[in-house]
């Protein structure tokens, strides 16, 4: 990072104060015109950002579709279809006040219709992850075009950090009411209310995105058309965008060896903002369920063996933030995160996990080893390879053979989700927005789900962290919330039934002509409208 | 005047030279425990240290000692090539031979046959077979040497229908030889050398799958070799070229070799080449 | 030998006789495919980053998955039988639009690489061959072994660093430019350019098989006896390589470019994952780790019919190269 000064800090927010007194189309210098290059890593499935959650759908569809609300790197909702907000004080009454003379790219008004049908008749029923975030919402009233009124059986506080339009986008019902929403004939041709319309997808190569000239913020945007481009091969990747032929590129597609080189290209620059509300942890999920991890002591040795920081220096190059338990260092700001637990990362860490090891009765054989076992990689890629084989050398440093298993993607989530065959799988998931939608499934009772992917993989729970969750899920009050989550985080760190490794941080390669992409904390995922290229 | 085959062999000096280099990777790659003792995916330094330095090759993206992965490599590579295209020539030549001698129905059986494994494309029905069977040096081999086989199979069979009709073919059949004969003393001789082309083409072939795979991410995690030490060094191909080209290196050599001594064996074979 | 009516009716015999042995592949595909753990909904689950339980069963049910295996087998050969090759879910588009989608593409790279390597091939074995053990013979041969000996992906690398980055004459991937989005000849003349690193790197491989082949099969031809009988009879050198040998040492090429038609349909999964290729070899790569199988029994299925049409051509034409071959 570049030590910015006290000066240039106010400069910053004297500008920023400007801009806010300005109207849009006079504010700064951003310049109309120009197109912007995407590279999105692997090609999405479809562009039907309300059925499916794959990551990638969502650096496309966030063009497209708008939110009702937007967010800052505060975490705080700022307004965006809504124009403004309210939410009662038992928490089960959000009220919406919508922003009026908003069209979908077809023309049609957007109205609270349109949200009522998004929220009730889809994302609820068919979102992946909207089912569990829009659980307590009963209803939504529209009393007039521009108010939706939310009814909750039960206060959901995480709900107000899904309203994105990548999480939750406002899809019209005119076009998707009718048919079946599941194979809709629209859903590879979206029409939203976004600063963008979709124009073609030529399968394999590239989405092209066109400027929406009626777009509901006037002025934006400024860039006159977005091609999402999907290259197969990461060192290609690169090599576009050192050659400019591509200008923006995050969530891992370009190798993190590679990261270094390209940002010292006079060309290119690199952040790791614009992921604070996916908070990626790299983790190694243990089966408690399966001998010898179902001894607490076996697991803390374990984790006390994997070398977080070698996996961060040598295997992410430094895109890596030690991780310490559960919830990601990301939700410090919001009070939710407690680095007051068990610490694995300890100088005589080795002779921990021996001395536990011997504790728990795995004493070392004639040949060094104690007991043998199969370690499962997570198919998400080549670093994933590596971490595999780097684990694979720390475990036989405290006597324990692990034999490497790298599987395709439905073969492994088959066998760590449905048949639960597995010691240890390197793995990999997101905290979220909240804790609620991207922590507890790692550890309720209720989410030990055979055949459901990326819930309690492990199987371990016990009543009291189920207790922790489920006042924390209801509670309003943020330093209550706090404590909480301190007891669970503490708690998890204690029984390990996973090994936190480190909060990985992804880096986004920018051309840096191009400015204003990555502006909020979903950074890709974002809807650049405010993005223009200086020329 | 003829003379030995092994004279003939050694005259030609390319092949000489390929037969010298593939047996030093033969030692390398027996030798390999005695040379580089332990286990090759052990982390023995700092990463990407330059070869020539501490290390003959230099250490890899994890620290680990590339010349023992190229030693230990070797054998696994070695032996997938060899394995695979073995298993492949000999399914290939019986069933190109059969269908090639005895032509009607047997050879319309086993060329339907044939054509169902030529259908999918090659590497693509590689790729399935071991991801279906999960990537380990077993299915790789055995991947390979399902997707190789057909065209030594096709090959065979037209140098068969093509000799079928030749005069001294006619002519043992008239005398009352076997069949059996026939194909592997009167023909099989006669279309030797485009099959030891085709064959040791095939162990280069082998061995370049074997790292091709490796490319996509299929290779044997287990197994040290030296297609998995091109997939796992090829993203850094830009900032440590030894990681690549060392293995990279090793596979041309080798490959060479083999086609060398294939070619020497070839023009052995056939000496009347010699006397043009 | 002439095409008579003789032959018309063998091509016709061989036509018909390919139906059942194509249904017998698609059959025989679709069991393999059934070998492979996973499926279609647990995938789409997976990157969606979990789901519920409901959605996953939603999902199956929408895709057919939930009925019994011999069930879908039969609906799935019935429907290719009236040349319906079904749904892809995971794409939201019938099998057939992707598929002739990515045809173009495919055919282009795989056609102009299957002509340059054919041509090329041809005329250096034959040169080496004809100047054997000369220089000519050497440097051809070395190269076509090393060329041979080459990994596909490290060459393609290679040219984009050397072509693309550090001299910039050509675009380092994709099939045409998709900031300027070109029209008509501009358009040719960008997908021409788009097209040169891809080919070259494909070409190089079966040039060099090709070389090696021709040579072989030239120096083998030579020493036959009905050359040294056409010596004998005083026929010139010239006229007996180009009468003769040639003739006759063409037929394991043309098995050879046979194969590699038949593997048109494929593309090349490495070359097209390299240069980001819009062919069909991703498609079907990308599909399997999708568990999309009614994408991938289609472009197994078309592969097949194409594969099946090209071993008739084969065979026929070694009829019309060599005219001791009988029809069987």
Redesign the interface.
């Known amino acids: 990072m570049s030590g910015s000064t006290i000066f240039s800090r106010s400069l910053a927010a004297a500008l920023l104060a400007a801009a806010l007194c300005a109207a849009p189309e006079f504010a700064l210098a951003q310049k109309r015109g120009g197109?912007l290059?995407q590279i999105t890593q692997?090609?999405p499935?479809?562009l039907?950002s309300y059925l499916?959650?794959?990551?990638p759908i969502g650096q496309v569809t966030a063009k497209i579709y708008d939110g009702l609300l937007e967010y800052g790197f505060d975490m705080k909702p700022q307004p965006c279809l809504a124009e403004s907000w309210s939410v009662a004080p038992d928490g089960k009454t959000v009220s919406f006040k919508l922003r009026r003379g908003v069209k979908f790219h077809d023309g049609k008004p957007f109205t609270s219709a349109d949200v009522q049908f998004t929220i009730m008749e889809v994302l609820k029923k068919?979102h992946?992850?909207g089912?569990?975030t829009f659980k307590e919402v009963t209803a939504v009233e529209t009393p007039d075009a521009q108010t939706a009124i939310f009814r909750l059986a039960n206060a959901a506080p995480y709900m107000m950090a899904a309203l994105s339009g990548y999480e939750s986008p406002m899809i019209p019902k005119h076009i998707y009411g009718t048919g079946d929403i599941?194979?809709h004939e629209s859903?590879?041709k979206p029409v939203g209310t976004g600063p963008f319309k979709f124009v073609e997808w030529?399968?394999?190569?590239?989405v092209?995105l066109d400027r929406n000239p009626d777009y509901w913020r006037s002025g934006q945007p400024y860039l006159d058309r977005i091609?999402v481009?999907?290259?197969?091969?990461?060192?290609?990747r690169?090599?576009?965008l050192?050659?400019g032929?591509a200008h923006v590129a995050g969530f891992g597609a370009v190798?993190y060896?590679?990261v270094k080189?390209l940002a010292a290209l006079p060309g290119l620059e690199v952040t790791t903002k614009g992921y604070e509300m996916i908070s990626p942890v790299v983790e190694i999920t243990i089966n408690t369920k399966r001998p010898p991890f179902d001894n607490v002591k076996v697991r803390q040795a374990v984790s006390y063996a994997v070398n977080r920081q070698f996996a961060i220096d040598?295997?992410w190059f430094g895109y890596g933030r030690l991780a310490t338990g559960a919830i990601s260092s990301n939700f410090k700001a919001s009070g939710l995160y407690s680095a007051d637990v068990r610490n694995y990362s300890v100088p005589n860490a080795v002779e921990m996990a021996n001395k536990l090891l011997d504790e728990a009765g795995f004493p070392r054989k004639a040949d060094g080893t104690r007991f043998e076992i199969v370690h499962d990689?997570t198919?998400y890629?080549?670093e994933w390879?590596?971490f595999?084989?780097?684990v694979?050398?720390q475990l036989?440093q405290v006597g324990i053979k692990a034999?490497?298993?790298?599987?395709?993607?439905?073969?492994w989530?088959?066998?760590t989700y449905?048949d639960y065959d597995f010691f240890l799988t390197s793995n990999f998931?997101?905290n979220l927005a909240d804790p609620v939608l991207g922590v507890h499934?790692s550890f309720h009772s209720a989410l030990i789900?055979?055949?459901?992917?990326?819930?309690n993989g492990s199987r371990w729970s016990s009543p009291q962290t189920d207790e922790l969750m489920n006042k924390a899920a209801l509670e309003p009050d943020t330093a209550k919330r706090g404590a909480y989550y301190a007891e669970l985080q503490k708690l998890t760190a204690e029984a390990a039934p996973i090994i936190w490794v480190h909060e990985l941080l992804f880096p986004t390669i920018l051309n840096k002509r191009y400015k204003d992409v990555i502006v909020s904390p979903l950074g890709i995922y974002g809807a650049y409208n405010r993005a223009w290229l200086d020329r | 005047m003829q003379q030995p085959f092994w004279r003939r062999f050694v005259r030609n000096r390319p092949a000489a030279f390929g037969l010298a280099f593939l047996a030093f990777v033969v030692v390398l790659a027996l030798g390999a425990p005695l040379l580089f003792p332990g286990?090759p995916?052990?982390?023995v330094d700092m990463?990407f240290l330059p070869p020539f330095g501490a290390y003959l090759f230099g250490t890899d993206?994890?620290?680990r000692d590339i010349a023992a992965g190229i030693a230990h490599g070797g054998r696994t590579s070695l032996m997938v090539g060899l394995v695979a295209s073995i298993v492949a020539v000999s399914i290939g030549t019986l069933l190109g031979a059969v269908a090639g001698f005895y032509r009607g129905w047997i050879d319309d059986a086993l060329m339907r046959f044939t054509e169902f494994f030529q259908t999918i494309p090659t590497f693509l029905f590689a790729i399935v077979l071991v991801?279906i069977m999960?990537?380990s040096r077993g299915s790789i081999i055995v991947a390979i040497a399902v997707i190789s086989w057909p065209p030594i199979a096709r090959l065979v069979r037209g140098e068969f229908m093509a000799m079928r009709e030749r005069e001294f073919v006619q002519a043992a059949i008239c005398l009352g030889m076997t069949d059996l004969a026939i194909i592997f003393r009167q023909i099989l001789p006669n279309v030797l050398s485009p099959i030891i082309v085709a064959g040791s083409l095939m162990v280069a072939t082998a061995i370049l799958i074997e790292a091709a795979l490796a490319f996509l991410?299929l290779g044997d995690?287990?197994a040290m070799s030296w297609g998995f030490m091109i997939?796992?060094g090829?993203?850094?191909?830009?900032?440590a070229w030894w990681l690549c080209a060392i293995p990279g290196i090793a596979i041309l050599l080798t490959v060479l070799s083999i086609n060398l001594v294939g070619e020497g064996v070839n023009d052995a074979l056939n000496p009347r080449l010699r006397t043009l | 030998m002439a095409i008579g009516p003789g032959t018309i009716l063998y091509v016709v015999r061989r036509l018909l006789q390919a139906v059942p042995i194509v249904v017998g592949i698609v059959v025989l595909n679709f069991l393999l495919l059934q070998l492979?753990?996973?499926?279609?909904a647990?995938?789409?689950?997976?990157?969606?980053?979990?789901?519920?339980?409901?959605?996953?069963a939603?999902l199956r049910e929408?895709f057919g998955l939930d009925r019994p295996m011999h069930v879908q087998l039969l609906l799935y050969v019935k429907n290719v039988l009236t040349l319906d090759l079904g749904y892809s879910?995971?794409?939201?588009?019938p099998v057939s639009e992707?598929i002739f989608?990515?045809l173009g593409p495919t055919l282009l790279l795989m056609g102009t690489t299957l002509i340059v390597s054919v041509l090329s091939g041809v005329l250096l074995g034959l040169v080496a061959a004809t100047a054997v053990n000369t220089w000519r013979d050497r440097v051809i041969s070395v190269a076509a072994v090393i060329a041979y000996a080459t990994p596909l992906?490290w060459i393609g690398?290679m040219l984009?660093?050397l072509f693309?980055?550090k001299l910039?004459w050509l675009?380092?991937?994709?099939?045409e430019d998709?900031?300027a989005?070109n029209e008509g000849w501009d358009r040719v003349l960008d997908i021409a350019r788009h097209l040169v690193l891809p080919t070259l790197t494909l070409s190089l491989f079966y040039m060099a098989l090709y070389t090696r082949m021709m040579r072989a099969a030239m120096l083998d031809q030579r020493g036959m006896d009905y050359v040294v009988t056409a010596r004998s009879k005083g026929l010139a050198e010239r006229l007996i390589t180009y009468r003769h040998v040639l003739r006759n040492a063409v037929l394991p090429v043309v098995t050879m470019a046979g194969v590699q038609v038949g593997s048109l349909l494929g593309g090349s999964v490495i070359v097209?994952?390299?240069?980001?290729w819009?062919?069909l070899g991703?498609?079907a790569f990308?599909s399997?780790?999708?568990?999309d199988f009614n994408l991938l029994l289609g472009i197994f299925f078309l592969s097949a019919c194409l594969v099946v049409l090209v071993n008739l051509i084969v065979d026929l034409v070694y009829l019309v190269l060599d005219p001791r071959i009988k029809l069987g």
């Open positions: 197109t290059v692997p090609e499935p479809t039907a499916s959650t794959s990551g068919v992946p992850r089912i569990g599941r194979s859903a590879n030529r399968r394999g190569e590239l092209r091609v481009r999907f290259i197969a091969d990461s060192a290609t690169s090599a576009l050192e050659k032929e190798p060896n590679d080189r040598s295997i990689i198919p890629g080549e390879q590596r595999g084989e780097a694979q050398q036989a034999t490497l298993r790298y599987e395709d993607v439905a073969t989530l088959k066998r449905t998931l997101y499934r789900k055979q055949g459901t992917v990326f819930v | 286990d995916f052990r982390i990463t993206s994890l620290g991801a999960s990537p991410g995690s287990n997939g796992a090829r993203s850094f191909l830009r900032d | 492979a753990p996973g499926d279609a647990t995938v789409l689950a997976g990157e969606a980053g979990g789901a519920p339980p409901e959605y996953v939603q929408r879910f995971r794409n939201s588009m992707l989608g990515r992906f690398l984009i660093l693309s980055i910039d675009p380092t991937t994709g099939m998709v900031v989005f097209e994952s390299v240069f980001a819009p062919g991703q498609l990308q399997l780790f999708a568990r």
